[in-house]
């Protein structure tokens, strides 16, 4: 006799039931044309829940998770109560919808689900993927749970993104680089114009892009719709100070609309990027709440950034004192592993690194691969258990220009957790990194 599911086991069979383009092999974006317009008809049909607050607008080619974290962190500390919407997930879908901080309890998912199962039209319900059911699902129960402010990271690209039915008060670009290029172009010129998809008449836009050649189509588009655009280095300025990842930010008129300069603000998440999208944080915050009062502001940003903290972005972990020094990262292109090799070369420029590397097969990894050579004493080359859309490690092998004592083929991961922790000390340091999907498993595996 077969077990009886809960109602959040039920809604998590269903939700597991639709299309999921985040494993697929591949897909173009031919696959998402019109269906825009088929999801915002069920929001018409449920009363338009997206309206009901505020809201920021985050894509980006990286940098936009942990944008979204510092965002909600200085929201909260200013007394708003914050949603956030973010993929992917570490350890359950439902960490993707965030009030101040919490995931959404199981027993208000389940509630939320049915209440659109019932209420959506059978046919229509089944033909939402698994990123556009949960899209819904966020932008319901931010309006449930009254939340004054919500925070949308686009899933991929931006112009057809689910996400892109939101009503912007800030929208946010925080960089743009390769990736996803079978979806969104070949040229940073073609991804920048998918990405500025999500840029609204009137709505200012807040951007860490400094390349000359996406920075072009972000303008043209802004201007456009005559779209207030904010640049880094031109708008509101960083300077990184000592110690490491410590940095004094400023904006000021006429440049920009708000004036706050503050000395010595240090990141908890590490690396000079993160000092880039802290910058991008505080002006998309100072321009949302420029219109409020607002008493201490500059100890309440100097609070929150320090506080925001991700996992997977750098993520530093001395588990006990007999392992090495573990580093979690989601890096899973070219300049995102350019970010993770500088950022642990400063921390541990006297240590040995081991890598343990898997990758999804739409990844430039021979971008990535050219970006680590010669750093690390040892590399594992292995998978997630999201075999759909894994690069086998043995074609891995085949592109990194390694010496075969460099290197270890171990398609099962735990297997090559366990090699790799019997060939370290606990003076060496592990990275994991190429794929979310891998760094979350592994870091399920060895610290839960």
């Not at 990405?195 to 189509?217: D, F, N, Q, R």
């Not at 970006?371 to 891995?396: A, D, M, N, W, Y």
């Not at 297997?415 to 760094?439: P, Q």
Request: with cysteine.
């Amino acid at each position: 006799m077969s077990k009886m599911l809960s109602p959040f086991e039920e809604a998590s069979r269903l939700l597991h039931d639709r299309v999921n383009l985040e494993q697929w092999k591949s897909f173009t974006s031919q696959d998402l044309e019109g269906r825009l317009e088929r999801l915002q008809n069920i929001l018409d049909s449920l009363g338009n829940p997206e309206t009901g607050y505020h809201t920021i607008h985050v894509a980006g080619t990286k940098g936009k998770g942990s944008t979204c974290v510092m965002l909600e962190s200085l929201l909260c500390v200013s007394g708003c109560r914050v949603g956030r919407f973010t993929s992917p997930h570490i350890h359950c879908f439902t960490e993707r919808l965030m009030v101040n901080g919490l995931p959404c309890p199981h027993h208000e998912f389940a509630e939320l689900f049915f209440d659109v199962y019932n209420k959506v039209e059978s046919a229509l319900f089944q033909s939402l993927t698994y990123f556009e059911l949960l899209t819904l699902l966020a932008f319901l129960y931010f309006a449930k749970m009254n939340v004054d402010i919500a925070i949308f990271e686009v899933g991929l690209g931006g112009r057809l993104d689910a996400t892109n039915l939101c009503r912007p008060n800030v929208s946010v670009i925080t960089s743009i680089s390769f990736d996803h290029m079978a979806q969104l172009g070949t040229t940073l010129a073609e991804i920048a114009a998918e990405k500025s998809g999500i840029i609204k008449p009137g709505v200012p836009v807040v951007t860490a892009v400094l390349h000359s050649e996406p920075l072009k189509v972000i303008r043209v588009k802004s201007q456009s719709v005559s779209a207030p655009l904010y640049v880094l280095d031109e708008h509101f300025f960083i300077q990184q100070t000592t110690p490491q990842y410590t940095f004094r930010y400023e904006a000021k008129p006429p440049q920009f609309p708000v004036e706050l300069t503050l000395e010595h603000l240090a990141l908890t998440m590490p690396g000079v990027h993160q000092i880039q999208n802290a910058s991008t944080a505080i002006s998309a915050f100072l321009l949302i709440q420029r219109h409020k009062e607002q008493k201490e502001t500059k100890s309440r940003i100097r609070t929150a950034i320090q506080n925001a903290a991700l996992p997977l972005r750098v993520e530093i972990v001395q588990h006990n004192e007999e392992y090495p020094t573990l580093i979690f990262d989601g890096a899973h292109n070219k300049a995102s592993i350019q970010a993770l090799m500088q950022t642990v070369t400063d921390l541990f420029p006297n240590r040995r690194l081991f890598l343990m590397f898997g990758s999804s097969l739409d990844k430039d990894v021979s971008g990535m691969f050219a970006e680590i050579k010669g750093c690390f004493h040892h590399v594992f080359l292995t998978q997630s258990s999201h075999t759909g859309r894994c690069f086998p490690p043995q074609e891995l092998r085949v592109l990194l220009a390694l010496p075969e004592s460099e290197v270890s083929i171990i398609e099962d991961y735990k297997d090559a957790w366990e090699r790799c922790r019997r060939m370290t000390s606990k003076e060496d340091v592990i990275c994991i990194a190429g794929s979310l999907y891998l760094a979350a498993e592994l870091r399920t595996h060895i610290l839960l």
